[in-house]
């Protein structure tokens, strides 16, 4: 009898369950998350309303493909980060509403598959630059005789040495090197440790710093590798280092604007310099929207948009909410300036990195995540979604298809006015429908005159809730009961 050859035997035994790659055909990946970065703060896709230089962002852009209909899957920062690397809509999860602060526990449970995980699983060295925001604990975070409040001491981030045992390469990165959120940016952590204290002002510097220093290091070490890389800019405190100071015109948040955009060419440059810029597929977004906090009122008055022809900013279900900036390059496979209209979602990166490999999702993994892969090669044909649900900070729905947007509340769903106690006040109705290819800008509410849209939005938005999914498979537990909307003094929940 012939001897059976032992990598073709061991896949008939079930060992693999992806094709066999050899290290040098995995892409390795780059995913750049900005941190409040409105729509309309990049130039090239603001053109008319847009009054900040961002060269780096320009070029990228021309080097790849522009999502132009893509989104955060939350407008404020803790649930779109969970969505990002779970591939699953974080009002599935405990956190129905707002965002996580302080060190509590973890919001990605412990049995979960990662993004990283499952690239980790596949060859892949992982890192985690830059903003968490997805909850640790610590141990040690306490002065001498814990005499400090808990508030207090979360405000105050934690002290040098302190650890945490359930940070980020406790899900699926090999490596981390950064801070948990704002309000503690001064706490640097190396993997579980709190290493130095420095500035808001030098964190993006450090950040860009490490990074450079890391792709030097995969260069030498060789196989593939996922680097997600969290900015913590342009987010609040708008602290622009000095050489950037009055570069914009605008104030310090146009200043800021332009020093991540200059971070991402130093990035850039430095996958350049190391030889990897051939292989690796970039994805460039925001986690929501530009915050008003930023002083949009007064960048409006002088000619600039960040949320660009959309309504409402970080907060919101209106699309200023959590429409964002997206490009994605790779040299030889993306087509340079090219564009997509696929109405996407940051979930959709799980399903994209399995398809990348070959590899099978269990069904109790990226149950919101469907593969950008066709659209990126040009190859799709059809829509990749048939709806995406869209998320506020008070917890309120909204959900597209195709043209149509149902947002399930009477005002912003956030900061934005009306709020929608004063929507209420004002005798709006309980549902906002919207017709995007006719009013882009969320203006004109046509739901009292197409019931049919707003009975078949509502269903959809209910069975995609109740199936704890979005995408085939299995039908799945949500972690919580879930409050869909309140309307007539009702709350209707799963």
Excluded at 96 to 112: F, K, M, N, T
Aim: net charge neutral.
């Amino acid at each position: 009898m012939k001897s059976i050859p032992l990598l073709l035997l061991l896949a008939a035994l079930g060992v693999f369950s992806a094709p066999l790659q050899s290290a040098e055909t995995k892409p390795n990946i780059l995913y750049i998350l900005a941190d409040d970065l409105g729509y309309g703060d990049v130039q090239c896709l603001n053109p008319a309303r847009g009054k900040i230089a961002t060269p780096h962002l320009d070029a990228l852009a021309a080097q790849g493909m522009t999502f132009t209909d893509a989104h955060s899957g939350s407008s404020v920062c803790s649930p779109t980060r969970y969505g990002l690397l779970t591939g699953r809509y974080a009002w599935r999860s405990r956190l129905q509403s707002g965002v996580l602060d302080g060190y509590v526990p973890p919001l990605i449970a412990a049995d979960r598959l990662t993004v990283p995980a499952l690239l980790q699983k596949n060859g892949y060295h992982t890192a985690c630059i830059g903003k968490w925001h997805l909850g640790f604990t610590i141990e040690g975070a306490d002065e001498p005789g814990g005499k400090r409040k808990k508030s207090e001491r979360d405000r105050a981030g934690a002290p040098l040495g302190a650890v945490t045992h359930d940070g980020p390469i406790t899900r699926g990165f090999d490596e981390f090197f950064g801070f948990h959120h704002a309000r503690m940016m001064k706490s640097v952590f190396e993997n579980d440790k709190v290493t130095q204290l420095i500035e808001p002002v030098d964190m993006l510097p450090a950040l860009v710093k490490r990074t450079r220093e890391h792709l030097a290091e995969r260069a030498k070490a060789g196989g593939p590798f996922f680097a997600y890389l969290a900015l913590n800019s342009p987010h609040l405190p708008i602290v622009p280092s000095p050489e950037w100071q009055g570069k914009s015109g605008l104030g310090a948040y146009g200043d800021y604007v332009m020093e991540t955009d200059w971070a991402v060419g130093e990035v850039l440059a430095a996958l350049d310099q190391a030889g990897l810029a051939k292989n690796t597929l970039v994805f460039f977004t925001s986690d929501n929207g530009c915050a008003p906090q930023a002083g949009t009122t007064k960048l409006e008055a002088q000619g600039h948009f960040p949320s660009a022809q959309f309504r409402g900013y970080k907060s919101d279900i209106w699309d200023g909410g959590h429409r964002v900036a997206f490009f994605a390059r790779w040299p030889d496979r993306i087509k340079a300036g090219s564009k997509s209209s696929q109405l996407i979602c940051h979930t959709d990166l799980m399903a994209t990195c399995a398809d990348l490999l070959g590899a099978k999702l269990p069904d109790n993994a990226g149950e919101d995540s469907l593969s950008i892969l066709p659209a990126l090669l040009g190859t799709d044909r059809a829509p990749i979604h048939e709806a995406v649900v869209h998320h506020s900070i008070s917890g309120r729905f909204a959900i597209r298809q195709g043209q149509w947007k149902l947002d399930l509340c009477p005002g912003s769903g956030g900061w934005g006015k009306p709020g929608d106690a004063d929507a209420k006040k004002r005798g709006l109705p309980d549902l906002q429908l919207y017709d995007l290819a006719a009013d882009i800008g969320e203006t004109n509410d046509v739901q009292s005159s197409h019931p049919e849209i707003v009975e078949r939005l509502t269903k959809l938005l209910n069975d995609t809730i109740a199936n704890g999914r979005s995408t085939p498979g299995a039908k799945q537990a949500n972690d919580a009961a879930i409050v869909v909307v309140k309307a007539n003094g009702k709350a209707v929940q799963e």
